[in-house]
């Protein structure tokens, strides 16, 4: 609170523009030993020529050797510390697709699941199930009720869903019910506080009866539910950096994280890089900052495809050019947390980053944007929540501290 305190006293408005451009998943490790990252591996002119004339460094998402999940991660780049504001999966996922979540209910993100003869996960993901495929299921899913409480469904993208739970007494502090591994059989829901033994009792039998409507399914014939959460009640961007924010991305949960602390979130069609950098484009007046969130390194990354993952740098890279002629004041380019192919989860490494504002920065020695650059960066390794408070003084946001 003390950090957001003092965004809140010092920070200042001029017409500068700020961008924070997140490749999810970004960090990468060498398949062997010696080797290249996927960042590294990938041709990056337009990166590289930034890394020349702006400075790098690492940054640590929650702590040394502790591995992120995507909404903490995010949190920690806005300048919330994620130890101290938590907001669950489950509120990210539902939020960002337009659900509410009301004081006192409980929300978690679902994920379709491939059950085998003995019951056991053989899928996680349903085998990605289509969206056309998916919404089908969904529907039916949504009219399966317990007593005592309204359940809600709804279709988020591809293999996963939302599910809000409302009635009297309800409480979040529930584990995930997914294993996080294949040849097991999901999870009972499982009150961590005694307050949401209640709450956990509902979502199993829930769960049961949605087992049962699933069972005949050809992949989508099991569910896995994660990040039981409800409305943590941040702070704003604009009351604590007094800025007017926007937020370009994709996949329902970003742009949850993203209401949640009051950004306004731009629709737009498509899912390239080039899709997001025109619908930046086209709203660059209105706004001082923009989060622009790039989801399929991430996504290849857990898939365990260094090319493929290489590749959408490559893509992002290419794109790049339309972001430049905007001009902006300061340019971070980064990733909310690290996903090596070799791993093929999200992992605990430092994040490259990437900080180029021409007017104000003092470029450092490299110049090339890559894990092993980063590490030798002027700016070091900091923890993520520092991120964004050094955006806001190149931008000239931030006045003096004290007399």
Request: proline share 6%; charged share 20%; net charge negative.
């Amino acid at each position: 609170m003390a950090k957001l305190e003092l965004m809140r006293e010092l920070h200042l408005k001029n017409a500068t523009k700020m961008v924070l451009l997140v490749m999810d998943g970004l960090g990468g490790a060498p398949i062997e030993v010696g080797g290249a990252t996927e960042l590294e591996a990938a041709a990056t002119p337009n990166m590289n020529r930034l890394a020349s004339e702006g400075t790098l460094g690492q940054i640590i998402p929650i702590d040394y050797g502790i591995t992120p999940g995507s909404g903490p991660a995010h949190l920690a780049l806005f300048g919330y510390d994620p130890l101290e504001y938590d907001a669950g999966r489950g509120v990210l996922e539902s939020t960002g697709i337009g659900m509410t979540v009301e004081a006192g209910a409980v929300s978690a993100r679902g994920n379709f699941c491939t059950l085998d003869a003995q019951g056991l996960i053989s899928d996680r993901r349903a085998g990605r199930i289509p969206t056309d495929e998916a919404l089908p299921i969904v529907q039916v899913l949504n009219a399966v009720q317990v007593p005592g409480v309204q359940i809600e469904v709804r279709h988020v993208r591809e293999y996963r869903f939302a599910v809000i739970m409302r009635g009297e007494g309800l409480h979040a502090a529930i584990l995930d019910t997914d294993p996080q591994s294949t040849g097991k059989a999901p999870l009972p829901a499982t009150a961590e506080q005694p307050e949401a033994e209640k709450t956990a009792q509902y979502f199993n039998q829930w769960i049961h009866a949605a087992k049962e409507t699933l069972k005949d399914q050809p992949k989508a014939n099991g569910l896995t539910l994660r990040g039981f959460s409800s409305d943590p009640a941040l702070p704003t961007f604009k009351d604590v950096y007094g800025l007017k924010a926007a937020c370009v991305a994709v996949y329902p949960m970003y742009r949850g994280v993203s209401k949640l602390v009051g950004m306004e979130i731009v629709d737009f069609e498509g899912e390239s890089p080039t899709d997001e950098f025109e619908a930046v484009k086209q709203h660059w007046d209105a706004f001082d900052f923009f989060f622009v969130h790039i989801k399929k390194t991430d996504s290849r990354g857990e898939d365990g495809d260094f090319k493929k993952k290489a590749e959408v740098i490559e893509s992002v890279d290419a794109a790049l050019t339309q972001l430049l002629e905007l001009k902006p004041d300061v340019l971070a380019i980064t990733g909310d947390h690290s996903t090596p192919a070799l791993l093929r989860k999200h992992s605990w490494h430092p994040v490259p980053l990437l900080l180029w504002a021409p007017a104000t920065v003092i470029a450092d020695s490299q110049d090339q944007f890559g894990e092993r650059a980063c590490q030798m960066g002027g700016l070091g390794t900091f923890h993520s929540k520092e991120l964004l408070s050094l955006m806001m003084a190149h931008a000239g946001r931030l006045q003096k501290f004290g007399a």
